[in-house]
């Protein structure tokens, strides 16, 4: 929720028509008070230098703006690299008049949002809280919109240090004398705190699009600390984690809770600090800065370049969006990938996840009784928590990771071979399937003797891939065991919904169930995958035709699958082959107290790897457009 401000500094203009022109009209702020009672948030706002306002704007305007403000977050970073030839670098010199990179991971951006219509709705937004500003501030005609904007905090970044967005008026002066009378008391600074302060000069308006709390970025505000500040320069408006101690601060420190809607007011010259965002959603902010009429906030975004300096020079102008996510697409302009069969491209929150774990973490493995093991261990439960929310296993522990499709696809048919089969069960496949799904089935089918059986197609020659719904009941009897099929076709992208379906139905009737196995690889990108909806025990796919990197994905049904025998490090056999003993059994699912092991995993996974799988499904969750919050993942 925090105006990340590293440094700021501030005019006051005695002449107010010099001033900048407000950006609303003059009846949004002479419009009629709405009759909600602010004597307890203005009393709160006095004493404290913040307070949540009564009011909540409505869930249409939250939703749109979420959207607006991702779009413009996009359009800017995009038109920044064009105009500088990089990417926005962190500090207010390397920003430009419409967004700075505050602090890591937290952009100030006024793109396509200061002054901008929607954002300046007087009835589902000025309307809510302008009378409580015009109470703060001294009267309608006493009030000024400096600016309004959007911040954005990023899923990782790190805490602020302590700071205030701007320091108090004439106390704050060194030597500050008055005219005439020169030893006014309240102008003297004493050992002791300081009883009264001026009136507030300037403040903001927060208005969260999703939920802040402190585990997502919010704000951590020292209660009643502007009177603290009172006799403090300029300075502490840099960051500092003394700041506390530097004012003799001991009252309360607070972090509040904010729902996407909601507004909160805060004085500019209370201390304050925004928090590690450990959420897994970008959190968009939209803020308001209204101040006493003949002050300005001049150095926020003064004497930067414009982002319109790129009008023009896109790739592609900004309907499309999308492309300003992969950063291979942008390195040329003419460039069009058309290689889903063969792999996707990938975004840059995925580069990103996968570059910052290498970082931070380095090549750690799980196990270690020291920091960057622990890391290396969160980063599988949320990798497997994120194959659950893509997928739709039942529990996270039902998610395992391989190489890729193919390598898992072997690994689950090898775990078959252990006499669970009798010579003259059958297998049922389809040759509309990727061979990854067709060979490692006739591996198991000649190991154990099965007959191999093949989903007809409704017309007639080798190069159809529609099938015959009306013969599956011919080929599904009570010696079926194993039924593979991939939902969509890497060939023709054709769905077999229909098909599953139906399997389902003539399945049901046996009391001998078959594993029904669904390559789900190029059904993920275009279709909602759920696990226990499509009834089949284990679907799997590679995260790299997706834009994901180069790891399989299986999500599996515990229960059906506990029988079977994966190949593993700890097993030990009997003199007729069979496994007499598992030396190293993790349990039925990996969970966090055995380390994330599962049976269904050989060695060291691609950590990296999967920091870029979670990263991966998040960017898929995004494209719905409606940035609803995904699942704890912690």
Sequence with gaps: MSLAITKQ??????????????????????????????????EDFKKNGIAILPVKIDDEFVLKSRKLCMSAWVDALARGKIVKGHEVKLGQEHGFKEIVLRAPGRYDMQWKIDGEKHFLDEEKVLSTFMPFVHEVLGGQQMTKLNFNGCLMSLPGAKEQLWHIDGEHLFSSEENFKCNGKDDVEFFQKTSREPDAILPAHCLNIFVPLVDVESNNGGTEFCLGSHFHTKFFSDDIVWQDSRWKERIDFKGDVLAIKVNAGEVLAFDYRVLHRALEHGGKEVRPLLYYTFTKRWFSDAMNFADLPSLTEADGKLPIQMGEDWRQHFPSILKDERQVFCDGAAGSQVPEVVISRMRDHLMEVGCSNVGGDYQTSQKVLNVVTKARAAGRDLLGAQHFGEIAFGLNCSNLMFHLARSMESNLFSPGDNILLSRACHDANIAPWLHLAKNAKMEVRWLETSVSGKH?????????????????????????????????????????EISETYSTKPFLILDATHFVPHRRCHLEELQADAILCSAYKFFGPHIGIMAYNKKRLEIL????????????????????????????????????????????????FEACVDYIASLAGEMQPISDRS
């Design 9 to 42: 500094k501030f005019s006051v203009r005695t002449n107010y028509f010099l001033t900048r022109a407000l950006h609303a009209s003059s009846s949004v702020f002479n419009k009629p008070s709405s009759g909600i009672d602010f004597s307890k948030s203005i």
């Design 464 to 504: 159809s891939d529609k099938i015959d719904i009306d013969r599956i009941s011919g080929l599904i009897d009570g010696k079926t065991r194993v039924i593979s099929l991939g939902l969509a076709s890497n060939a023709t992208g054709r769905i077999h919904l229909d098909v599953v379906k139906r399997i389902n």
């Design 565 to 612: 025998k994966p190949s593993k490090v700890g097993l030990r056999f009997a003199e007729d082959g069979l496994v007499e003993r598992d030396v190293l059994d993790p349990g039925d699912v990996p969970t966090i107290e055995n380390c994330e092991i599962s049976r269904w995993e050989m060695g060291t996974l691609n950590y990296e790897g999967l920091a870029g």
